[in-house]
């Protein structure tokens, strides 16, 4: 039973298209995350959504559109793909600790996204 | 200066050699630490959170260092299959749900 999964797991596309990226877990967290994991190996993080709300929106291009459709899923929509766009795209989601302390993020696999 | 920050490597170690990483974070308000590890081609999965105590959990150890705001991780008795990237994960305090990575360690542990 995968946690958190991720569609598709590759994606090849040409500059200028529009794709999306699916994401669901089924452990009953209430915030999910994308983030964004460059050539250089660096994980930031894009946005983030607790019970359907956005509530992280960082610097990033509005091309980039999350949407949360209930609290198990979260997808990404990206209009007018470039280049640099291409990276490894993964999906998270914790449960927020009753303490005030964050619990662990527990991952999708990824989404490598390669624009040609 | 980043927010979190590890040495990239890459540290070559000999099988059965301890090796030992560090991680410093800049904001003092941070709440929850944690180190993942991520293997080549693979999404981050959670290898220990670290607590003010400290913890281990056979071979690895983390620590907590609030004062120099430093996080430790320690592997005794490497193992092949330890070869990985290490990321030290940071969240800043309570109420906030931004995790903040560090660019990761890479470790290979040599036959």
């Known amino acids: 039973d995968t946690a958190v999964s991720q569609t598709p797991k590759y994606l090849v596309t040409q500059m200028g298209n529009d794709k999306s990226i699916k994401c669901e877990q089924n452990?009953?967290?209430?915030?999910m995350y994308w983030y964004k994991q460059d050539s250089k190996k660096f994980l930031k993080i894009m946005f983030s959504?607790?019970?359907?709300?956005?509530?992280i929106n960082e610097t990033v291009p509005n091309r980039f559109s999350p949407k949360s459709p209930d609290k198990a899923h979260l997808n990404l929509h990206i209009n007018s793909l470039e280049l640099g766009d291409s990276a490894v795209y993964f999906c998270?989601?914790?449960?927020?600790?009753?303490?005030?302390?964050?619990?662990?993020?527990?991952f999708g696999p990824g989404t490598r996204l390669t624009v040609l | 200066r980043k927010e979190v920050e590890q040495d990239p490597g890459p540290f070559n170690v000999p099988e059965g050699a301890t090796v030992a990483f560090n991680c410093t974070y800049s904001?003092?308000?941070?709440?929850?630490f944690f180190w993942y590890r991520q293997d080549c081609r693979k999404e981050p999965k959670l290898l220990m959170s670290?607590?003010?105590s400290g913890n281990e959990d056979g071979r690895f150890t983390a620590q907590l260092n609030r004062a120099s705001q430093y996080i430790s991780l320690l592997i005794r008795d490497s193992k092949l299959s330890d070869s990985a990237t290490y990321l030290c994960?940071?969240?800043?305090?309570?109420?906030?749900?931004?995790?903040?990575f560090g660019t990761g360690t890479r470790l290979k542990v040599l036959a």
């Open positions: 998270a989601s914790s449960q927020p600790g009753t303490t005030g302390l964050h619990n662990e993020q527990f």
């Open positions: 452990l009953g967290h209430d915030t």
């Open positions: 959504y607790n019970n359907k709300e956005l509530i």
């Open positions: 904001n003092s308000a941070s709440q929850s």
């Open positions: 670290v607590y003010s």
């Open positions: 994960v940071v969240n800043r305090a309570s109420g906030t749900y931004k995790y903040i």
